[in-house]
């Protein structure tokens, strides 16, 4: 086991060498928004998908270990081959706004919204930050998954399959893709699950034809209009570039908007010289400022998702000295079909 007085190159060269020890069995998979040492040391770096994605199309590798949260770690256990383990450094790191939505409150909505406006009137599209019961619920009600570059395509599939789009848990991916396909606002309800009928009146519900969960991400709500108002006075020519998860408001005035993978994208192609403000989580920002030394990367606003932020170098060493043992995360079978089902769903559909 690690010990305190451990030095950090000591840990690093300890996770190194169990890292050579295992070679091709072992896959250290790193969310974009993991603290960098973490992200050295990793096999692969990206979105929770893509990296699900990999880890499941590696026949060699029976360990994979995924450096993120929680719900990251069971969309890899939900595609993974019969002969690999899923593990996660930190059992703790978890995602606020996955844990805005359960499964109870969620049926209790579907059955209030049905019985309003009939049977096989809505479908359910669920976020990839949920929980593998939620990508269940909509696998057995003839829903998918989607993620925050795919959503305008799983809302277009969706409304092609019935009259209503039920989206949780995030409201703000749900406007903001709402609006990229100019859906009425008068057509958008929100439903807070801690109030009656969501807090909406059976007419509202009836017309509404997206309906979008009460839940936020803490990391992404942290940015505001002033923000971005600040930063064009401080830094007249420069580019603005939000993830989808922040507000309406602040969306309308930046210059681009995408997923992780699309702001490093963004990033890396800006011409050399130029200014980037960046409205994402802090590490990633910092990382790209370092992978961009020809560009001034800024972030919009300090924001640390504290979660991701638990996985340091004494969790991943402490894992990888128990392979196949610590903080395993494994799937019910019956969920795992269910959840696989909306997911492969959501592979079906054109980016």
Excluded at 114 to 132: C, K
């Amino acid at each position: 086991m690690t010990k305190e007085f451990t030095t950090a190159q000591d840990k690093e060269a300890r996770i190194r060498n169990i890292k050579r020890r295992l070679g091709k069995k072992l896959l250290i998979l790193t969310h974009h928004y993991q603290r960098k040492e973490i992200v050295d040391l990793g096999d692969y770096r990206g979105d929770s998908f893509g990296l699900s994605q990999k880890a499941a199309r590696d026949r060699k590798a029976q360990h994979i270990v995924f450096c993120g949260v929680h719900f990251m770690a069971e969309s890899a256990a939900i595609l993974a081959q019969p002969h690999q383990s899923v593990q996660i450094p930190d059992l703790e790191a978890g995602c606020w706004m996955a844990n805005m939505a359960h499964m109870e409150s969620v049926e209790k909505a579907w059955d209030e919204i049905t019985s309003l406006s009939g049977e096989g009137s809505l479908v359910p599209i669920v976020y990839m930050n949920s929980d593998a019961a939620l990508k269940a619920f909509c696998g057995r009600h003839g829903g998918a998954v989607c993620t925050s570059s795919n959503a305008p395509s799983a809302f277009q599939w969706g409304f092609a399959q019935r009259e209503k789009v039920f989206f949780f848990p995030d409201q703000h991916l749900g406007r903001n893709t709402a609006n990229r396909l100019s859906i009425s606002p008068d057509l958008t309800v929100v439903w807070d699950p801690e109030k009656p009928l969501g807090d909406n009146t059976p007419e509202a519900v009836k017309r509404a034809k997206l309906i979008l969960w009460n839940g936020f991400c803490l990391v992404h709500t942290r940015f505001q209009e002033e923000d971005i108002l600040n930063m064009r006075k401080r830094f007249p020519g420069a580019k603005i570039v939000v993830h989808p998860e922040c507000t309406q408001e602040v969306v309308a005035l930046a210059d681009a908007v995408g997923s992780t993978s699309f702001i490093v994208k963004f990033v890396r192609e800006a011409p050399p010289g130029s200014t980037v403000i960046v409205g994402t989580e802090i590490n990633l920002i910092n990382r790209l400022a370092l992978e961009n030394p020809d560009k001034k990367i800024f972030e919009l606003h300090y924001s640390l998702c504290p979660n991701m932020f638990k996985i340091d170098l004494d969790a991943l060493l402490s894992t990888l000295e128990e392979i196949g043992r610590r903080n395993l995360v494994t799937v019910p079978d019956g969920i795992k079909a269910d959840a696989r089902l909306a997911m492969d769903r959501m592979l079906s559909l054109t980016p």
